[in-house]
């Protein structure tokens, strides 16, 4: 199974950014979706994320600006974030829990997406 991750980029402040991720490989179910993010200097902190039913949770730093959306018949997550900040820079990794079968679940990571906001 693996986490392949787009959409990163260069935006200047209050522009947008979309960022997608596809789940392949051995899949039998994705109960859980998400991104995370990582400023240099910091901790890994949840941004979004988003059960198979469509139940979403989001940081507060990201209510009103992100909206996290997944495609369920093929394994993406998507993050729409709009009114991006300099702050919001950042490496963006997708997250997902994983199950292979019906009785063995894992968490996998994306291998990262540079998003760089400019004042």
């Known amino acids: 199974v693996q986490l392949v991750e787009s959409g990163g980029g260069l935006v200047h402040s209050g522009g947008s950014l979309r960022l997608s991720c596809t789940a392949s490989g051995h899949i039998y179910s994705i109960p859980t979706m998400g991104w995370y993010r990582q400023a240099p200097g910091k901790q890994r902190d949840l941004v979004a994320d988003?059960?198979?039913?469509?139940?979403?949770n989001y940081r507060d730093f990201a209510k009103g600006r992100f909206t996290i959306s997944r495609d369920n018949a093929k394994n993406t997550v998507y993050l729409q974030m709009n009114g991006l900040k300099p702050e919001d820079t950042a490496v963006y990794y997708c997250?997902?829990?994983?199950?292979?079968?019906?009785?063995?679940?894992?968490?996998?990571w994306g291998q990262g997406t540079q998003v760089t906001v400019s004042s």
């Open positions: 988003i059960d198979s039913d469509g139940r979403r």
């Open positions: 997250h997902a829990d994983i199950r292979v079968s019906r009785n063995y679940e894992f968490e996998y």
